[in-house]
C-alpha cells in the first residue's frame, strides 16, 4: 500500500506552502517521492498511478521521458511532415516562448500546476485575450501529445489535460458597410493594381490572407460567369487540406477581367516562389494594406475584417450559412453560426 503525506514547501511552484509525497515499498525498500503538487485531489490520482505500478511490479518513477533542447528541433522536423506550414510556425513559436517562461530541462518537468501558473501569466502579465491565452495553451497541449502518441519519447501525462481553457468573449464580427467597401476600393485602386486585386478578392471572395498571397492565374477560370479554384499547389496548401470553388461575383468578373492573365501568382508575380510569401507579407500587409486603409478612413481594418465582409453582407442578403460556409472553407459549420445573426428574420418565429 502507498499513502500520501505532505511537507513544508517555500517554493512559488506551490502557493499553499507544502507539496504532497508519496510513501510506499518496492522490492523491499521504502521510498518517498514528491508527487509534484500542493492539490490533494491531483496527489491521489498520482497516488493511484503508483499503486497500480506496484500492483503490476512496474518501477515507480522511471518514465520515459527527454531532454527538452533535443526534443524540440525533432519535434519541429517531426511535425512539419504532418502538420500545415502556418500550423507548425504558430505551435513552434507558443512552444518556444512557453520553454523560455518555464526553463523545463525534460518534458517530465513540466507539471500540471506549471501550465496554471503559466496560464495566469498570459492573461495576467502580459495582458492577453482569452482567445489569445486559449490558442496558445491548446498548443501546448498539441506539443504534449504529439510527443506522448506521435513520437513517443513522453510517456506523460499530458500536463495540459484538465486545465480549464478560457472561454473567448462572444462577439459579432466586424465588417465594412457597402459605403465602406467603396472607399476601400476605390483607395486600394489609386494605390496599385495588386492593391486593388488584394481588397477586390477579399472582399468579394472571402479568402484568407494567405490564400490572396498565393492565388494563381490557374485558380481563375471565366466559364460559366466564373469562378475562382482554390487549391493546394506547390509549398501552399489550403488550412483544412481540401480544394474549394467560390463563384465570381460581377464586380470580382469585371476587375480580374480588365487584368493581363499569366500564368504565375496574381498578386506581385515577380517575386519568386522560394522568398514570395514571406516578402509579400512584407510589402502587402505590413506597409500597402496599411497605407489603403487609412486613406480610406478605415484604420481598424485588417485583412480577417474583408474575410467577415464577405459571410456578412451574404448572410444579409439571404444565403445560406452552408453556402457561405462551402465558399469560406470552414471546416465545421459551427464555424459559419457566428454569421447568423445576420440573416433575414425567419417567418417562422410567426407560427407560435
Same mark, same amino acid.
Given at each position: 500500500? @502507498? ?9 512559488? $511552484? ?36 503508483i499503486e497500480d505500478s506496484l500492483y503490476k511490479g512496474i518501477p515507480v518513477g522511471h518514465k520515459k521521458d527527454t531532454v527538452v533542447a533535443d526534443f524540440t528541433p525533432a519535434y519541429i522536423k517531426a511535425v512539419t511532415a504532418a502538420k500545415q506550414p502556418h500550423t507548425v510556425k504558430t ?21 500540471h500546476e506549471d501550465i496554471i501558473r503559466y496560464k495566469a501569466y498570459l492573461l495576467g502579465d502580459r495582458d492577453l485575450a482569452k482567445s489569445t491565452t486559449r490558442s496558445a495553451l491548446l498548443c501546448l497541449s498539441a506539443v504534449f501529445s504529439f510527443a506522448i502518441r506521435e513520437m513517443g ?24 458597410? %457597402? ?20 481588397? @477586390? ?38 488550412? &483544412? ?9 460581377? %464586380?470580382?468578373?469585371?476587375?480580374? &477581367?480588365?487584368?493581363? @492573365? ?88 410567426? $407560427?407560435?
Amino acid at each position: 500500500m @502507498a499513502s500520501l503525506f505532505k511537507r513544508e514547501s517555500k517554493s512559488k $511552484r506551490y502557493p499553499k506552502g507544502y507539496v504532497w509525497y508519496a510513501k510506499f515499498t518496492q522490492n523491499g525498500k521504502v521510498r518517498k517521492v514528491t508527487l509534484k503538487t500542493d492539490s490533494v485531489q491531483r496527489a491521489r490520482a498520482k497516488l493511484a498511478e503508483i499503486e497500480d505500478s506496484l500492483y503490476k511490479g512496474i518501477p515507480v518513477g522511471h518514465k520515459k521521458d527527454t531532454v527538452v533542447a533535443d526534443f524540440t528541433p525533432a519535434y519541429i522536423k517531426a511535425v512539419t511532415a504532418a502538420k500545415q506550414p502556418h500550423t507548425v510556425k504558430t505551435i513552434a513559436h507558443e512552444w518556444k516562448h512557453f520553454v523560455t517562461w518555464a526553463k523545463p530541462i525534460k518534458l517530465g518537468d513540466v507539471s500540471h500546476e506549471d501550465i496554471i501558473r503559466y496560464k495566469a501569466y498570459l492573461l495576467g502579465d502580459r495582458d492577453l485575450a482569452k482567445s489569445t491565452t486559449r490558442s496558445a495553451l491548446l498548443c501546448l497541449s498539441a506539443v504534449f501529445s504529439f510527443a506522448i502518441r506521435e513520437m513517443g519519447v513522453f510517456e506523460g501525462p499530458n500536463p495540459v489535460k484538465g486545465i480549464k481553457l478560457p472561454k473567448p468573449d462572444e462577439r459579432f464580427p466586424r465588417y465594412l458597410s %457597402r459605403e465602406e467597401i467603396d472607399a476601400v476600393l476605390a483607395a486600394a485602386k489609386a494605390h496599385s493594381q495588386d492593391m486593388h486585386l488584394i481588397f @477586390a478578392m477579399g472582399i468579394y471572395t472571402g479568402m484568407r490572407k494567405n490564400e490572396l498571397l498565393n492565388a494563381r492565374w490557374n485558380w481563375v477560370s471565366f466559364d460559366k460567369g466564373g469562378r475562382i479554384l482554390v487549391q493546394s499547389e506547390g509549398r501552399f496548401r489550403t488550412k &483544412s487540406g481540401k480544394d474549394r470553388v467560390i463563384p465570381f461575383h460581377d %464586380r470580382l468578373r469585371a476587375i480580374l &477581367s480588365d487584368c493581363e @492573365a499569366g500564368e504565375g501568382f496574381i498578386l506581385y508575380p515577380k517575386h519568386p516562389e522560394k522568398n514570395g510569401p514571406v516578402t509579400k507579407y512584407r510589402v502587402v500587409f505590413d506597409y500597402a494594406f496599411k497605407t489603403v486603409v487609412t486613406n480610406a478612413g478605415v484604420e481598424w481594418c485588417t485583412p480577417h475584417v474583408m474575410r467577415h465582409t464577405f459571410a456578412s453582407w451574404l448572410a444579409i442578403e439571404g444565403v445560406s450559412l452552408y453556402k457561405i460556409s462551402q465558399w469560406m472553407g470552414h471546416a465545421d459549420l459551427k464555424t459559419t453560426q457566428i454569421y447568423a445573426h445576420l440573416q433575414p428574420m425567419d417567418e417562422d418565429i410567426n $407560427r407560435l
